[in-house]
């Protein structure tokens, strides 16, 4: 049987919410000086981004995803993000069974965080077209750079490939991780 944590390694820990950090601080920072034409667009942009993105990964997860998930039902779990202990401060248990509902409906937590993901690349895109610059250009690059380890290298090795919960979460079977 392929190895599961049900306590995640630290170093685990670290590269998941470090590569989420650097992806929502790369992606903010990039709409602020794609928009340095229009300083008070890009700021506002930048910083109602990086809001959203933090909340939804930080707050609305370990309210609303963690509660119904398998670690949180484990005593000494710690799953990849960690927010398992910040929910069990937070939030109070749910139904296991609601679990797959992080995946239903428009406004699921899945597609919030998909959003998350790739909102900086669709915001910066334009400013790319309307006023380049090499170091956006630059910026822009390192935001699929990061989309794209996070897809191809931590979700299936650090993260989705060895949780407890893989068997039955549609993230993993999504991506055929179950
Ligand atoms: S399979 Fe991935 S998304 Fe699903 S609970 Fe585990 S780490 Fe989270």
Redesign the pocket.
């Known amino acids: 049987m392929a190895t599961v944590y049900t306590r995640y390694p630290l170093a685990n820990i670290a590269i998941y919410n470090g590569v989420t950090l650097a992806h929502y601080g790369l992606g903010a920072a990039g709409i602020v000086l794609g928009y340095a034409r229009w300083p008070a667009m890009g700021w506002t942009a930048g910083l109602v981004y990086l809001g959203f993105a933090l909340a939804q990964m930080y707050v609305l997860m370990p309210l609303t995803v963690c509660p119904s998930?398998v670690?949180r039902r484990m005593d000494v779990a710690r799953?990849?993000?960690a927010m398992n202990l910040v929910s069990a401060r937070i939030a109070p248990l749910a139904d296991p069974r609601d679990f797959p509902r992080r995946a239903e409906g428009v406004l699921c937590h899945n597609n919030l965080y998909m959003a998350s993901l790739i909102a900086p690349l669709v915001i910066l895109l334009p400013a790319l077209l309307v006023a380049f610059s090499w170091a956006v250009l630059a910026m822009f690059l390192g935001v699929v750079a990061l989309f794209a380890l996070r897809l191809f290298v931590v979700?299936p090795r650090v993260?989705?490939g060895v949780?407890?919960?893989?068997g039955r979460?549609p993230?993993?079977q999504a991506m055929g991780?179950?």
């Open positions: 998930c670690y799953c990849v993000s979700f993260a989705c949780c407890v919960a893989k979460c993230n993993a991780l179950s």
